[in-house]
């Protein structure tokens, strides 16, 4: 059994239910939870969720964007704080690894990790790597949005769960989600904004649903909802992408949790 939480759902401005996206996965085995992303807040949301400091083995980071890499350093201190004494090993593309080494270099002053009471890894990885997480194979596909990002697909024994994390729609999207129980995608604009998703390479709802519909997943979960920034509403949201996807769509809210 694997449970998912949503620890955040919101695009690049947090709102007050909804902070930058991340997420968090759970298997049966202690310690071993897999985070993706790490925004703002991300240790808040993982101690409302009831995740302890050594409950997360592996952070993936998506890409180099503030609302998913900026809370890095915080979160491995948040964790020191705590008691974590577990390893913690780091994985990103070559790109955002480089932003996440300045990041730690910046607070080199206070982030001592030689002396640190964990150790951390910081491994870089690209679409030929063979990754594990959860002890499920996990494969890597890289997106397309306006700075290197990547997707991940866990073969998990429930089913697939597919995250795309930002990206504007693209061929390498109907891999990543080929059939995925759960596609869990961004949407952070409407089609009446669609001018603006393409300037910024990332989705509309109604383009979530088209790729959904095209990787002929079970669920599509919208996330990096950009209603604090557009002034949308999730039903708005939800009733688009259903004009492209039949499936069951759901809009997470921060803390829901679901397993699989
Ligand atoms: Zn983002
Ligand atoms: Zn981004």
Not at 111 to 134: G, P, Q
Not at 235 to 249: C, D, Q, R, V
């Amino acid at each position: 059994m694997t449970r998912l939480i949503f620890l955040g759902t919101a695009s690049a401005l947090p709102t007050t239910a909804r902070g930058n996206v991340a997420l968090a996965l759970l298997g049966d085995a202690g310690g071993q939870g897999l985070l993706i992303d790490c925004g703002d807040g991300v240790y808040r949301a993982l101690s409302r969720a009831g995740i302890g400091p050594d409950a997360i083995g592996d952070v993936f980071i998506t890409h180099a964007h503030i609302d998913h890499i900026g809370g890095l350093p915080s979160l491995i201190e948040s964790f020191r704080l705590a008691g974590r004494r577990r390893p913690l090993r780091v994985y990103a593309l070559p790109e955002t690894m480089r932003v996440a080494r300045a990041l730690m270099d910046i607070f080199a002053f206070e982030l001592t990790l030689e002396r640190w009471s964990y150790e951390i890894s910081f491994t870089v990885v690209d679409e030929d790597a063979r990754l594990t997480f959860l002890d499920a194979p996990t494969q890597l596909y890289r997106m397309r949005h306006s700075i290197p990002s990547a997707g991940l697909r866990l073969e998990l024994p429930g089913g697939v769960i597919a995250y795309s994390c930002d990206t504007e729609p693209a061929p390498a999207i109907v891999d990543l989600g080929r059939q995925a129980r759960l596609f869990i995608t961004e949407s952070t604009f409407l089609r009446k904004n669609e001018a603006f998703a393409r300037m910024s390479k990332h989705m509309t709802a109604f383009e979530a649903g088209q790729q959904a519909a095209a990787c002929e997943v079970g669920t599509l979960a919208l996330v990096h909802l950009g209603e604090g920034e557009e002034g949308w509403s999730q039903a708005e949201a939800s009733a688009e992408a259903a004009e492209s996807f039949s499936g069951p769509i759901i809009l997470p809210l921060d803390g829901d949790t679901l397993e699989l």
